[in-house]
């Protein structure tokens, strides 16, 4: 893999939307961090289909890969990263925004401001992780090539929704219903 993806559509903040930053509790065994990410990939895994998939990629603080694994890998064609030589996750995703090649369709799923106001800069889609995943968990994956996410969420609604790209109306619409809108 190399540090630009530019066609992702979901650049995720993984720790963000995983949520805990201590061990459930004192008894916690020491899995209880990797049980976490590997549920939010397989409610990934679940939710997109195989091309959404390929073009997400969620990015987790470490100074080191967990043990049995490469700081990048694929699961399901979902990319995963640890923001292993960066001081923290939101400057490698600072990077991943800034060298998006088409970023007005990206959605950045973060709740940090910084890594917000990154993606807003460049014409991202930016969204609180908590907000981000219950929507996800109820079925309206928000993706910022449809640009059809109501008030107040950053993106405008439109009958026909357009991309810089110069995606085809026919794709769009076939999207759309594959995701649900």
Not at 6 to 11: A, G, M, R, T, V
Not at 94 to 108: D, F, G, R, W, Y
Request: glycine content about 6%; overall charge negative.
């Amino acid at each position: 893999m190399s540090d630009s993806y530019p066609s992702l559509w979901i650049l995720i903040d993984g720790y963000n939307v995983v949520g805990p930053v201590a061990p459930p509790s004192r008894d916690a065994d020491s899995n209880w961090l990797q049980r976490e990410r590997m549920l939010l990939i397989n409610r990934l895994v679940q939710h997109l289909d195989a091309e959404a998939r390929s073009r997400t990629c969620v990015v987790f603080d470490a100074a080191s890969p967990p043990r049995d694994r490469a700081d990048e890998f694929e699961v399901e064609g979902i990319h995963i990263r640890f923001a292993v030589g960066y001081p923290e996750a939101d400057d490698l995703l600072e990077q991943l925004i800034s060298e998006h090649s088409a970023p007005k369709n990206l959605v950045v799923v973060s709740s940090d401001h910084r890594v917000q106001a990154a993606a807003r800069r460049r014409g991202a889609l930016a969204f609180d992780s908590q907000q981000w995943l219950d929507d996800f968990l109820d079925g309206k994956v928000r993706l910022a090539i449809t640009r059809d996410f109501g008030a107040g969420q950053g993106g405008a609604e439109s009958e026909h929704p357009k991309t810089s790209s110069g995606i085809d109306s026919d794709d769009v619409d076939e999207w759309l219903r594959k995701f649900g809108f």
